[in-house]
């Protein structure tokens, strides 16, 4: 099992930047992914930023240019920093973290509990 801590997050206006943070613990291996998905009431939970622990990133269209992934590896965690916030960016946020044993296995994915980010004037 592996179990998440998420941080951060809270109210910010229009063009402001916030941080979330999340940390991972328990039986970790050695190859993994760690990212970032939101979710709107009502929609579906979409990928919003990833990183593997080899640093290779993914973002959502809608976050590049404006959102930075980052991870470090010795303490298992992952940061997002949000810059430029636009209202649309209102969402519950949830750290994912992904592995496997080896490549002929299935990813588990874990979740974290969730951050609510609001962005409104």
């Known amino acids: 099992q592996v179990q998440l801590v998420e941080s951060g997050g809270g109210f910010v206006q229009p063009g402001g930047s916030l941080g979330l943070s999340c940390a991972a613990s328990g039986n970790i291996f050695n190859v993994f992914i760690m990212g970032w998905y939101r979710q709107v009431s009502g929609t579906e939970r979409e990928l919003v930023a990833t990183?593997?622990?080899?640093?290779?990133?993914e973002y959502a269209d809608s976050v590049k240019g404006r959102f930075t992934i980052s991870r470090n590896y010795a303490k298992k965690t992952v940061s997002l920093q949000m810059n430029s916030l636009k209202p649309e960016d209102t969402a519950v946020y949830f750290c994912?973290?992904?592995?496997?044993?080896?490549?002929?296995?299935?990813?588990?994915?874990?979740w974290g509990r969730g951050t609510r980010v609001t962005v409104a004037p």
């Open positions: 990183i593997s622990s080899g640093g290779t990133t």
């Open positions: 994912n973290f992904r592995q496997r044993r080896n490549v002929l296995d299935k990813y588990t994915d874990y």
